[in-house]
Every structure is written in C-alpha cells, then in structure tokens.
C-alpha cells in the first residue's frame, strides 16, 4: 500500500514571501499521479496542483509549483509571493494508475499561516 | 452545474441510530468515493464505487456501507452510530479515463457528531 508522508504539521510565512511545503511517498508502482490540495475554513478541498508521474517536467500553475524528485520519491510544493488568501491546510496525495479503484491516498497536512 | 453536493450539511445523533449521507454529481462521472477527516489526518477512504450498481470497500469501512443505483448518487450508511464515527464525511467523483488528468471533485463534506 501507499503511504504519503507530510512531515510539516504546521508552517508559516510573511506576507509576499516564499514558503515550501514538502511531501514525500512511498511506492513500488511507476504510474501515478501526485496532487496538492488545499483546505481552507470553509473545508472545501480545493486542487492545486497537479503531476504526473511520468513527466520530468516540474508542474507550475502560477504562483504554485512543485519540485517532483520521482528516485527520491519527493514532491514539494512551492508558493512565492504569498498571500493572506493562501492561508488553509495543505494536503499532498497519490494516486495509483495501476489499479481500478484510482483513489486518493492524503498526507496528514501541513496548516500554512501567511503572516501580514 | 451544481458538481457535488452532499446531503446534509451537519448532523448530530446519538449512540446507536442510523442514517444515510447522500452524495449527488451532475457531471456523470463513473468513479464516486466517500472519505473521512479526522483532526491530524488526511482524508481516509471508506468506500467507493466504479460504476452504477457497484461498490467496494476502502481502507476504513467497519460500521459503513454504501450504495449506488443511480449513476448521480452514492449514499453512505451508517446503521449503529458510535463515538468514533464522529468526523467530517467528504464525497467525491472523477470521471473515467485520461480526459480531464484524473481530478478528483469533492463536495462540500458533512460534518457529523456522535453523542
């Protein structure tokens, strides 16, 4: 079985800065997807950013990015230029291509506070 | 479209009484989930379902089952509430196939205490 692995209970950082956030699994398959969630107060689990497996390619989606290390099996997420509105609970997940199932295995989260 | 929504929104019940969570997607998605969040932990899967008329078990499905006779709805039950079952409830969908990179859309979950 999968297991992810987020080691950061808790983080913060000032307004406009840049903070990482890391995630790290464990895995014996070679086709998966990696994924970020956000959760802010409202509880709405939030996509925000995805990476395939298989890709080289570090994934960006604006102010977010990922540094994706597939022999370390790491998965870090990047935010620059912090905002208030960034503040939530952040989860990183996994999931399998190799089963029928294709659900999420979740981190236990990293709660993000963005300092004014 | 309204995605997913789930039914109710909170609820309170006593040791003992059951009830069923209702999870609906206008998007006419194959794969429908049901997960747990319990305070320090991400989301646990409970059950899922791969299709209309199918279900299976996840990593945590002792006092649950499910059900999915329409394709839209995925009804999580639960027969014998007990204090451990206390926890927020999220539903999800995902569509079959590489289309849409395998996102996964959630609702807005149920928050449900056991006394």
């Known amino acids: 079985a999968q297991t992810v692995t987020q080691s950061q209970p808790e983080m913060s950082v000032q307004e406009a800065e840049t903070v990482t956030l890391s995630c790290t699994y464990d895995t014996s398959e070679s086709d998966y997807y990696l994924f970020w969630y956000k959760q802010p107060p409202s509880r709405q689990m939030i996509l925000v950013i995805r990476q395939e497996a298989y890709k080289q390619q570090n994934a960006t989606e604006n102010r977010f990015s990922v540094n994706f290390q597939k022999a370390a099996k790491s998965f870090s997420l990047k935010i620059s230029d912090s905002q208030l509105g960034d503040a939530a609970m952040y989860f990183c997940?996994?999931?399998?291509?190799?089963?029928?199932?294709?659900?999420?295995?979740f981190g236990s989260g990293t709660q993000l506070t963005v300092l004014p | 479209n309204a995605g997913v929504t789930q039914t109710p929104k909170f609820r309170v019940l006593k040791t003992g009484q059951s009830m069923t969570l209702l999870c609906a997607q206008d998007m006419n998605h194959e794969y429908m989930y049901w997960y747990r969040q319990d305070p320090g932990m991400g989301l646990r899967l409970i059950h899922y379902?791969?299709?209309?008329?199918?279900?299976a078990k996840g990593e945590v499905p002792d006092g649950y089952n499910v059900s999915r006779l329409k394709k839209q709805n995925f009804l999580l039950g639960l027969e014998s509430a007990a204090p451990s079952q206390t926890s927020v409830y999220f539903c999800?969908?995902?569509?079959?196939?590489?289309?849409?990179?395998?996102?996964?859309?959630f609702g807005p979950g149920t928050r449900l205490t056991v006394l």
């Open positions: 997940a996994y999931r399998s291509e190799e089963g029928s199932a294709r659900q999420l295995t």
């Open positions: 379902s791969v299709g209309e008329g199918t279900t």
């Open positions: 999800a969908s995902s569509p079959y196939g590489v289309a849409f990179r395998n996102e996964q859309f």
